[in-house]
């Protein structure tokens, strides 16, 4: 293992909390879309049944639905 491979996991770890938040955040306004305006989760290309399994998931789980 070499220096830069310490560097780039240092640098994975302190991100890691960033990436929780925009997930948290990103599930919190899809479930406001999926309770105010479910036609524009459609406009968009997500069913509902997508959007219910996304906010489901855990704020460290990977993102399976993306706005296009």
């Known amino acids: 293992m070499t220096f830069e491979d310490d560097g780039l996991r240092i ?3 302190f991100s890691l909390p960033a990436t929780w938040w925009r997930r948290s955040r990103f599930r919190a306004e899809l479930r406001a ?8 989760l459609r406009d968009i290309g997500i069913g509902v049944y997508e959007a219910q399994a996304e906010v489901a998931r855990y ?5 399976i639905v993306e706005r296009r």
């Open 59 to 63: 704020f460290w789980e990977a993102l």
């Open 33 to 40: 879309d999926l309770r105010d305006k479910p036609e524009f």
């Open 11 to 13: 640098r994975a770890i």
